[in-house]
Structure formats: C-alpha cells, structure tokens
C-alpha cells in the first residue's frame, strides 16, 4: 500500500513537474513569437498602405517573384512547401529549418507589395512553427515535445496577427489531423496564444472584428436559407481548392524554370488587374471583406478573388490561404444575401466561417473564429453552417499534408490526405 | 476520363444521398427525444416543486429506492450501467435496450421527488441514446449509423433539457473518446440538438443562463488568480470522482442485495439531511447555484454536495452527475471568489466550467457551455480555466466507460479508460 501510494506520488509530481515546464516555455513561446508576429503584422500594414499609395508598383510584380526565388535558392530552401511542411512536421518527423521563417517573413511582404493575391496566416503558420520547432530544439525536447512546440508557435503566431486567440489555440490542434485532437497541447496552445495576444495588443495592434449588427430571429425559415448558404459555401470551398492545386500544377508543367514560372505567374497577375481596372483583387483585401459586411459587392467577386489568388500563390508567391477564403466566403455570402434578400451582413459572416471551415476542415475552429470575429449572437447560424459546410466539402482541402482521420459520413477510421 | 467523371458523380451523388438521410433522421430524432426531454423537464419541474412544498418527503426516501431497484428488476435490467453503457454502445457494438428509457425517466423522477442528490443529464444521456438507437434499429440502420444516431439523440435530450444546443451537439462526439472527435455525426448531432432546443422553446422550457454582469478586465494579475481557481477545480474534480467511484465501490462490498443497499443509501442520505438541518444538498439545487453566482455560498458547501451525490448515486439512485459538478464548482468556485477578493460571481462560473471539464474530460464542450451559460464576455477565463482543468485532472472521470485515446502530457497513443 505504502509503495502503492510513493508510486502514485511519483507519478503525480512527475505531471505537475511536466505542467509547469509547459506553461513557462509555452509563455516564452507567445513572447517570442507574438513578437515576431507583431513585428510581421505592421510589415503588412506599411507593405499594404505602401502599394495603395503607389498603384504603379503592381507593374514590378514579376520582377519582384524573381527576387523571392532568388532568396530561396539562395538559403537553399528551394523544395520548402510551406504549410504542408508545418503539418507534416507535427504527424511525421520530417524537419523544420529555422531559415523558413525569415524566408516566409520577406517573401510575404514582398507579394504584398508589389500586388500579389495572398493572406498572411499561411505566412503566420510557417513563422511561428519554425520559430517553436526552433525553440524545442534549442532546449533540446525531444521529437514529440517538439511537436508541441511546433504548435504553440501557430498558435501564438496566429494570434497575434488575427487577434483571435482562442481560434488561434484551437486551429494548430484541429487542423493537422482532422478528427484528432491533439490535446496534449492545449495548455501550451491556449496560454502562448493569449500571450501573443496580450503582446500585439500591446504594441497597438488592433483587433479585426465586423460588427453584424441586427441578427435576424433564429427560426425554420432563416434555418433553411443559411442551410442552403452553408451548402453552396461547401461547393465554392471545393472549387477554391481545385484551382489552387490546379493552378500549382499546370505552372510547374508549363514553367519548369521557378524563375520563369513566378515571372509569368506575376504578368498573368498584372494582366488580370489591369483588365479589372482596379487592385480590389490584390493584397489581402480586408476591405472588400468589410464593404461585404455592410452589403455591397460585385456578383464576380468571389470567383475573381479565388483566380487571383490561385494565380498567385501557384506561380510561387508567397502568403496564406486563409484571408483569401475569407474574402471568398465573404463576397459569395454577400452576394447570397443579396440575392435571396436575407440579412447580406449575415450571410457575409456565415458565408466566412463556412468557406473557412470548408477549405481547413476545422468545423470547432471555424465556429470559434466566428464568435471571435462576428461576436456570439448569431451562434446557431454558425453552427449549423458550419456543420453542412464540413460535411459536404469532401475531402478537399488547402493543405495537402493535412490527414483526415474519419470518414465525413460514417464513423469509419480513413487516414487519408486531403486533395 | 468519361469513365473517371461518371465514377466521381456516382460518388458525390452517393454522398448527397447519404447527407440528406442525416438531415431527415436528425429531424425526425430531433422532434421525438426533444418531446421526450421536455416531458421530462416538465416532470422534474413538478417533482422538484412537489419536494420543496412538502419537504417530510425525504423520509420515504429508503423506501422510495426499492421501489427504483423494482422497477430494473421487474423489466429485467438490473446489470444497467446507465451513463457507460450507452457510451460503451457507441464504441463498442453493445446492445442499448430501449427499456433502458422508461426506467430512467421514472427512476429518475422518483430520486428527485424524494430527495436523493443528484442530476438530470445522465438521464438525458439515457433517455436520448436509446431512444436514438431504437430509432436507428427501426429503421434497420448498420452498427455504425445506429452509433451516429445514439449520438444524436443523447444531443437533442441534453439540448432540450439544459437548453444549450451548440454545447449539446458537440458533447456527444467528443465524450465518448476523448480525443478523437466523431465529426461524421457533426450535422446529424447539430440538427437534432437544434429541433429538440425549439421543440422544448416551444413548450415553454426556460433556458438556464446566469448573468454574470461586470466581468474584470482580463490582465496578468486576474489570468494568474483563475490559473490557480483552475488548478484546484482539476483536484476537486480528481476527489468528486474518486468518491463516486469509491461509494459505488464501498455499497457493494458492504451490502450485496440491492434493495438492502439502496434502502441503507437513502437511510445515510436522510440522516445526513437531519444533520444539516435543510434540503440544500438534495435533488439538483440549481437555486444554490444561483446563490452562489450571486456570491453567497458556505464553505463547506462543495464538499458536502460532493458527499451527498456520492451516497445517492452510489446506492442506486438514479440521475445524473453533470448537475452536481456545476453546484461542486459553483460553490467552490464561490469560495474561492470570497476568500481571494476577486469576483465571486465569475469564480463561480469559472469553477463551473473548470470542474464540468475535469469530471468529464471534454474541453471544448466545457468552453462552449460556458459560453451558452453564462455569455460570451468572458471568454479568455474560460478558455484558460478549461485548459489548466483538462490537464490537471489526471485520467480520472465520471464515466468509467470513456476512453482517453491520447496522453495529456505527451502526443502519445494511450487508449486507456478513465478511473
């Protein structure tokens, strides 16, 4: 009995002792990170407010693709696939140098200077994932720690740079295999993100966040409208995603030179805006998302803002994925609403969090960046649309090292990776 | 190529097919175990009112548990296992007896009228899950539908019953393994939840929810004071735990025969009454938590709503431990808030969420019937609370019958049950 007892100590000490050592390094994490993250975000800011004021910069987009090849032959990175590389760290072993976070940090700003569709989040994921895995090498964990630690850098990068932090916790967990979570982090998650959090608020980075304003009663009939929504989001999720991949594809078959192939990529990209006629398709843009909020939008948006961005990012430019889902869902949501005369603010929203979740096939995440960015008053809305849209986006996804661990329609273990 | 086009829409339209049979059998599942639930509300709402106008009802409460191991007898199911059995029928392919329905509805009800201490949401959880699965027999679903459709219906009684449908939906795919979230009933859990929320709306079930009003401002000083509320919740989830198993334990050892058990379970429950001089400890006593998110509370309150749950459930009352936990955090909760100075009313909230998430080892449906509770505003609390809980609980929860698929200190594969 006694020996019972000294074991059970043991044990117990053995787990507050590992507690402990999470929630300080997960605390070193969010102030490193929500640093470098803060750092990145006022980048954007200057880099976008920049080629507003210069529309002229567009014109150097192809020569500016060339520099970011450059950078990345020249750090010997050349074969570096991004996110897919983050996540594939966490399920594998696969390594994460350190060099891809000054990397992604320069060629992020570039693309957005100089006009590229991109977001910043992909960027964000790949900063702080290689500055964590950087961090548990440095304090010598071992691989599974390292994981974590992998982890806690999205999450704190994420963050910082969106000001969602407990989407931000929760997404690293969810995303990397859908179906798992992997809890064993969400200590070290949610702690380095709500520093990140505290550390960007500190240094005046302000919140993202869209006022709804008057949500419509809960009833069968707004029920059945935001269903049908949620469905069609699930469709454009699918069809963002193939022209992604499509996009990749066919570039590195016509353009075997990466140099050739992000120069023509840029001309395509240039052409494109000059035929629009104005650089709403360029950069991140927030601000279309937020004339979406208040109604307005040109019916072609979401499908110029998915060929924009596929554009881009297949030719090599840098960026994420994430933003311009969001301006997707947004464009598509509004236009829905405006169509079907039902709450176009709403639908903007729901049309966000469903194409998010369509895209990621995070359904909990997409819920909490919802109440994060829309606040929690539509909360059955979301809910039930992100619901459909994870059911019907199949098994499509942005990232293609993304696991999906069960079927979507039976409780079968698949293990398969996303298209 | 024709032939590749022609086997994917055989695919898509296989899933369209499947997608739709959710969407009918949720709402069918929905409308039924939501009336069933709400009958069941209105029930316990005429029971507990009964009890507290005529409180020299607790003297029959020995007598009153014979009649509760009569009626298993007499329908044959006296190796019930309530809770876990219907968690166990959904990993594993155990039969759940739609029997199991009527006895807890009636069981339940009779421990409530005559004072024993205890919840409602076990028998949600019942009450739903065969009702769920006799659903799925009539319809001659396979094994893995008929698991989809416990899920649903232990998320529409719940839902029905405490009112909170996003919490509800998400709580049966993530209890029953923790870890592993079972998202292919993500839309037939939401649907289901959903109805059975409007079903009881429409009957007049009023939502719990409690207005936590002023909410400090979360800086360091009030993220460390929750850290440390949290950590003692994860210990006071450890005790509650290990007394109702160690009861259950101590009933059986001492007293073989069933009714001699019960009958001595509800003697002990009805002396302890005595001694206390009052019925605060019987039945679920929401109005004390009520007191306590108002800030009044007696120390000693936590334990002895631990210590009362525990000779009830233990003997063979029936009910649930869901309710019990919120008073348990509530009150200790409350404590905390009195002795450390810092909001009464959010330490009670906080300690109802931290210790909901450590009894019962799911996070996410911690943070989100948080949210459903007691608003959103105090989100970055919750969401550390429920953190530091689920880490510092151990593997110890209410339903020996859950699965921890993976270590909470490490991203290993553990697979164990909770003790």
């Not at 590389?85 to 693309?111: G, K, N, Q, Y």
């Not at 960027?123 to 806690?152: P, T, V």
């Not at 950069?283 to 060929?307: H, S």
């Amino acid at each position: 009995m006694k020996e019972l007892i000294r074991h059970k100590l043991q044990h117990d000490f053995k787990r507050i002792k590992t507690s402990a050592k999470w929630v300080l390094f997960s605390i070193v994490s969010g102030l490193l990170v929500g640093g470098v993250g803060t750092l990145f975000y006022f980048g954007m800011y200057v880099v976008t407010l920049t080629r507003t004021k210069n529309p002229w910069l567009i014109f150097l987009l192809p020569v500016s693709g060339i520099l970011i090849v450059g950078c990345y032959r020249l750090l010997h990175d050349e074969k570096d696939t991004g996110t897919n590389l983050v996540l594939s760290a966490i399920h594998s072993d696969e390594d994460l140098p350190l060099r891809m976070a000054p990397l992604i940090f320069i060629s992020t700003l570039i693309t957005h200077l100089f006009g590229g569709s991109a977001g910043r989040e992909g960027a964000a994921l790949q900063l702080g994932g290689s500055i964590g895995n950087g961090l548990g090498k440095l304090f010598r964990f071992d691989e599974k720690d390292k994981h974590i630690m992998i982890m806690c850098g999205m999450s704190a990068a994420f963050s910082a740079l969106f000001g969602t932090p407990m989407a931000a916790a929760v997404f690293s967990m969810e995303v990397v295999s859908v179906g798992v979570m992997y809890y064993a982090a969400l200590v070290p998650c949610v702690i380095s993100s709500l520093v990140a959090h505290a550390v960007a608020e500190f240094f005046g980075v302000s919140q993202e966040m869209f006022l709804i304003g008057q949500i419509p009663a809960f009833k069968i009939t707004s029920a059945v409208k935001i269903s049908v929504l949620a469905i069609l989001c699930a469709g454009v999720s699918i069809i963002f995603c193939v022209m992604l991949h499509q996009s990749e594809h066919l570039y590195k078959k016509f353009f075997k030179n990466p140099y050739v192939r992000i120069f023509s990529g840029g001309c395509f990209v240039l052409i494109l805006t000059l035929l629009v006629g104005n650089q709403n398709y360029n950069g991140t843009g927030i601000n279309i998302i937020e004339q979406c909020i208040d109604g307005t939008v040109r019916p072609e948006a979401f499908f110029m803002k998915m060929l924009f961005t596929a554009l881009t990012l297949g030719a090599g430019f840098k960026g994420g994925e994430i933003v311009p889902s969001f301006f997707t869902g947004a464009a598509f949501g509004c236009l829905f609403g405006n169509l079907s005369g039902f709450s176009p603010t709403l639908c903007t929203a729901v049309g966000m969090a469903a194409v998010f979740c369509g895209v990621t096939n995070c359904p909990i995440t997409a819920l909490l960046i919802s109440f994060e960015l829309f606040g929690y008053d539509g909360m059955p809305y979301f809910l039930l649309a992100v619901a459909f849209s994870y059911m019907l986006s199949g098994y499509y996804g942005l990232y293609s090292s993304q696991k999906i661990i069960y079927s979507k329609y039976k409780t079968n273990y698949i293990n398969r990776k996303t298209h």
